[in-house]
């Protein structure tokens, strides 16, 4: 799979594994990357947004990282358990296969939730193998200072207001602040480490060989019947399935909450500074997360996702960014401080390393429709929502019907100040139109008559305003000629008929400017607000959705090459960050949420037109 790569500007010795050779565990409140070398680099405790414990994959010296590997030259392979998000990295060697198995356990008992167990359990396929292991935890993202303590076979590492234990069946040492262990294992042997967060009621405890083999055929078991409920029986069932294993792997289970991605400044490009934390529930996101899981058919998470919003999600006190904001902490918080890590060195030496998102206090009024659409969807595929949810929609319709012309930051979070984004207008018709949509089917009250005179006006200006005679085309502001792959959403909301001429002229003029390839970037850079110059990659996200308005306008061959070809820039496991660089690496956070649900998306409209 591809070894590590060099530093990057002055990382020394020190090597950092790109990007795309990781694999993902977890365990509904937090996840661990593990590379294709066996290291866990990047690992927070006891949840997605908490601290880290390992996090080399931002700076290789003093990020903290689990070892685990063969102590001789090998080959590694790594792949998924299959229908599971259980993560095997086998080692191939002069003298035998080995390999790493590692998985967090589901448990039923919610006091060994509070454990978060990770283990990881290395078995002897077929010859002898030696290996090595390093245990290096740096608490709080390499901050804090801790003391180690080894007892038999269980090492308690502690900082402060934090400690975790690992134990071992096999002999290990410590190393100043670190524990090592070197052992063989025969064919058919094996050794196991589990790596537990102790402290108040939870205290140490061993894994034995047996109790690590139950636990993993317990959390197959898990994975398995819980993809089992899954409807999609189309013609790209692991792709979509492996995407929809990842989506539930970026829950947070205690509040249903869904993380845009379990990582924090992975750089979108290797030596830029757009390095941001994705460790957040953004109202985008999670509501076409919405959409892709009552495709799929698990209406449980979407549940579980509006009990979140109506729990934390609802007008609020009429800030300058609205009643809404653009992101929420996992917890439904609303205060998510930006900060900057300068004593970590980046990905490859890209800093700056950021935790907090000062994004949360930008006016993006997309997210209105965003979310009403999923409540829509939700009422109309899963079940009625309650009178309160309705009263909470009506107050945000009578507000999108006060607010919709203002200019805001837009769908990218662009940095050019704030404009009449043509994204952000089509997604408040969205927002209304949707509304409307409810209140009639199920005899709701509410204002109609403003509600679709409002509708209609927007509809209006878009049409007047959005297009431009010089470009042919939908673009991305009132008044100008920039070309944006957002407005790909205009047919796929149903705000224009897929094959109206109008359209049709924007999509080949799309395809002239933004597609390289089936790839789709999200703006011309030349032309952009913010001035990037040709530095970005492609935009996942938008790949997809050009899927998708093809195969709306009825372009079904070129959807599907395009849907293929776009399959294969995924990384060894099916996964993907946010963005394809011009060498093909994936950048940004990973995985992405909004990555995968665009191809589950993508894949069942495509399915349904093929027939």
Known sequence: MGGPAEGHDGSGGRRYLPIAEHGLIGDLRSVALVGTDGTIDWYCCPAFDAPSVFASILDAERGGCFELAAAVPARTKQFYFPDTNVLITRFFTEDGVGEVQDFMPLDGDPSEAERHRLIRRVVCVRGSIPFRTRIAPRFDYGTLPH?????????VFEADGMALALTATVPVETDGPDVRGDFKLSEGESAVFALDKVGGDVVPRRCARTEAEEQFA????????????????????????????????LTYAPTGAIVAAPTTSLPERLGGERNW????????????????????????????????????????????????????????????????????????GSAPVRVGN??????????????????????KWAKPISSDQWNDVCALVDWVCENWDQPDEGIWETRGGRKNFLYSRLMCWVAIERAIRMANRRGLPADLPRWRECRDTIYRRIMSRGWSEARQAFVQHEDGDVLDAAVLMMPLTKFIAPTDPKWLSTLDALTEELVSDSLVYRYDPRSSPDGLRGDEGTFSICSFWYVEAMVHAGRIDEARLAFEKMLTYANHLGLYAEEISHTGEQQGNFPQAFTHLALISAAFNLDRALG
């Open 147 to 155: 003391t180690v303590r080894l007892t038999g076979e269980t090492a």
């Open 218 to 249: 317990a959390t197959v078991a898990y994975w398995r019947r819980w993809l089992a409920a899954s409807r999609y029986r189309g013609r790209w069932r692991e792709m979509v399935h492996r995407s929809a294993l990842t989506l539930k792997l």
């Open 277 to 348: 934390d994705y460790r957040y529930v953004w109202v985008r996101d999670a509501a076409f997360c919405v959409y892709a899981l009552l495709r799929l058919g698990f209406t449980g998470e979407a549940e579980k996702f509006m009990d979140f919003v109506t729990r934390h999600i609802s007008p609020g006190d009429g800030k300058p960014s609205g009643p809404l904001q653009i992101m929420y902490g996992i917890d439904g918080r609303t205060e998510l401080p930006e900060s900057t890590l300068g004593h970590l060195e980046g990905h490859e």
């Open 358 to 379: 000062a994004a949360a206090d930008q006016l993006q009024l997309d997210i209105y429709g965003a979310l009403i659409d999923s409540i829509y969807l939700y009422d």
